[in-house]
């Protein structure tokens, strides 16, 4: 990202989490949280958490042995969060661009960052190649549209220009992420999470808070209340694979060869 477009990015979250992070997001995606944090072994390794928000990760991290954390984020404003709910001896809080931080980790975590970049998996491998351990993993998750949510969604976004939010530049499927790990050879494994968000019933209430204002924001009118009808009455016949959930999250593996560090 160049400086206009992390300005840009830095104020938007700003006002986010000066107005509550709670009135922007519909959910606060806690189930992937938890899936992350089960998807490695924390002990005594040393992790950064890039993009991280108030903290969330960072503090289950933390109660799960991790030997330091590194919380960086764009946002002043969410660093300030952190550095007021978790105060512990093996967490820093840092308010700066992912290229300030010169150290090596065992473990990296991103949730929901990488979508917000304008070229993610260029920014994927200098991450990857510069601030990752030779054993080290990367854990990154991305909304998910192999779904009913996210056919619906990238039916108004690239038929009729309608964004799902003003800060998604990309819609990830895991081709892409199986893609980019066979041209670089790193490791890859990978589930979807937040399954009633993706065919469930949190979709009525994500759309019901979505929809009305990205029509008005394009300019357009429509029935969302008959949409929401028809959604609830085909609930049940949704199917749900390993692919289907509202967030997939991906485990890299930056020498494909070498045992991971939670073996």
């Not at 308010?95 to 960052?113: E, L, P």
């Amino acid at each position: 990202m160049n400086n206009m477009e992390n300005k840009d990015l830095q104020e938007k979250y700003d006002k986010v989490y000066q107005d509550s992070s709670e009135k922007f997001f519909s959910f606060i995606p806690t189930e992937s949280f938890l899936d992350i944090v089960s998807m490695q072994e924390w002990t005594n390794r040393n992790v950064l958490d890039i993009g991280c928000g108030e903290g969330d990760i960072v503090t289950m991290v933390a109660s799960m042995g991790a030997k330091k954390i590194l919380g960086i984020d764009y946002s002043e404003e969410a660093i300030d969060i952190c550095k007021k709910r978790h105060n512990r001896d093996n967490i820093e809080f840092r308010q700066c661009h992912y290229q300030d931080v010169k150290d090596k980790f065992d473990v990296i975590v991103m949730g929901g960052v990488l979508e917000h970049f304008d070229n993610p998996f260029e920014e994927l491998d200098y991450i990857i190649k510069n601030n990752l351990n030779e054993n080290g993993v990367i854990i990154t998750s991305s909304p998910n549209f192999l779904n009913l949510r996210g056919s619906i969604w990238m039916t108004l976004q690239l038929l009729f220009g309608i964004p799902m939010t003003l800060t998604d530049l990309h819609f990830f499927i895991p081709s892409d992420f199986e893609e980019f790990c066979q041209k670089h050879v790193y490791g890859l494994e990978y589930k979807s999470t937040e399954q009633n968000w993706g065919n469930g019933e949190k979709i009525l209430k994500d759309f019901a808070k979505r929809l009305p204002n990205a029509l008005k924001d394009a300019g357009m009118e429509g029935n969302v209340e008959a949409l929401l009808g028809w959604i609830k009455k085909t609930i049940k016949y949704q199917r749900i694979d390993n692919s289907s959930g509202a967030i997939v999250i991906y485990k890299l593996y930056k020498n494909k060869n070498s045992m991971s560090l939670d073996k």
